[in-house]
C-alpha cells in the first residue's frame, strides 16, 4: 500500500509598485507498505516498511530597478532551503526460523543563496551559492544488516557533501 500527502503554499506579496516579496514551501510525506510472498519457503517471506519526507521553502525579493519597458532592469535576492529524509525497515514475517531484518535512515539538506542583477536593458549576469548533504537528489544513508539469527553482521555509512558556487552572464 502507498499514500503520499502534498502540500504547496505560495504567497505573494507587492509592497510597493517596485517591490515585490514571495515565500513559498512544499512538503511531501509518503508512506509504502509491501510484503514479499515465497510459498514454498515461509522463512523467507518479509515485510516492508518505507517512510519518507522531502520539504522545500524559499523567499524571493524582487526589486525593479528601472520600469521604462524599453530600458527595465529587475534585481532579485532568493533564497531555498531543502530537507528530507527516509526510513526504510525490512523484517523477516516468521520470527521463529528467520530473525533476519534491515534498516536503513538517510537524510540530506541543503541551502542555496543567490542574486541575479540587469546589468542592462538585455544583459543579465547572476551568482549562486549551494551547501548540499548530500547532492540534491540522494541522501545520507545509514544501514543496519541482521543476519538470520538475529545478529547484527553489517554496518555502513555513506556521507558527502558540496559546495557549489555558479555565476553567469547572460545576454
Known sequence: MERA????????YDATEKLNFSIYNNHI????????????????NFDYIDNGWDNNAGLNLKFIVNPDPYRYREMNFYSQFIAGSNKYRSEA???????QKSSRVGDSTGILIGTDLDIH????????YLRLKPDINSRNIS??????????YQTSKSYNSSNIIVGELKH
Open 5 to 12: 500527502l502534498r502540500q504547496a503554499l505560495l504567497m505573494n
Open 29 to 44: 510525506l509518503a508512506r509504502r507498505n509491501s510484503t514479499n510472498e515465497t510459498p514454498p519457503k515461509p522463512e523467507d
Open 93 to 99: 514475517i516468521f520470527t521463529n526460523v528467520n530473525k
Open 121 to 128: 536593458h538585455n544583459a543579465n549576469v547572476s551568482i549562486e
Open 143 to 152: 544501514t543496519r544488516l541482521y543476519d538470520v539469527s538475529g545478529d547484527l
